[in-house]
C-alpha cells in the first residue's frame, strides 16, 4: 500500500516509479479519499487535487482509480466524474446525500 499526498502523486520520482513494470504489476488501485477537494481546493489552495486525473497518462485504463468522500454535492461529483475519466469504464457509485448537519 502507498499513502501520499497528491503533491508526492506527481513527484518526478514517483511517476518514474509508474514506468517500472515491476511496480505496476504490484499496483491494484490507486485510492483518494477526500476526493471532494479536487473542487473544493484544485482551483487555488492544493492545485495537485486537479491534476490526479493526469495520473491516467501513467495508469492508462487498467489501474482503477476508487475515490471516496462523505461530502460531495452533485456539482462536486460532477466534476470528479470528468476529472478522473470514469465515464471511460464501468463505475458503481453509491450516493446517499451529503447531509451532514454536525459538519
Not at 33 to 43: A, S, T, V
Not at 76 to 98: A, K, M
Amino acid at each position: 500500500m502507498i499513502y501520499m499526498s497528491p503533491e508526492m502523486l506527481r513527484h518526478p520520482q514517483f511517476l518514474n516509479l509508474m514506468l517500472d513494470p515491476r511496480f505496476r504489476e504490484l499496483l491494484a488501485m490507486i485510492a483518494i479519499d477526500e476526493g471532494h477537494l479536487i473542487q473544493d481546493w484544485g482551483e487555488d489552495f492544493r492545485i495537485e487535487y486537479k491534476k490526479i486525473h493526469l495520473l491516467r497518462a501513467h495508469t492508462g485504463r487498467d489501474i482503477p482509480f476508487l475515490l471516496v468522500t462523505a461530502t460531495a454535492t452533485t456539482e462536486t461529483f460532477e466534476v470528479i466524474w470528468e476529472s478522473l475519466s470514469y465515464g471511460c469504464r464501468p463505475f458503481w457509485g453509491i450516493d446517499v446525500g451529503c447531509e451532514r448537519p454536525n459538519l
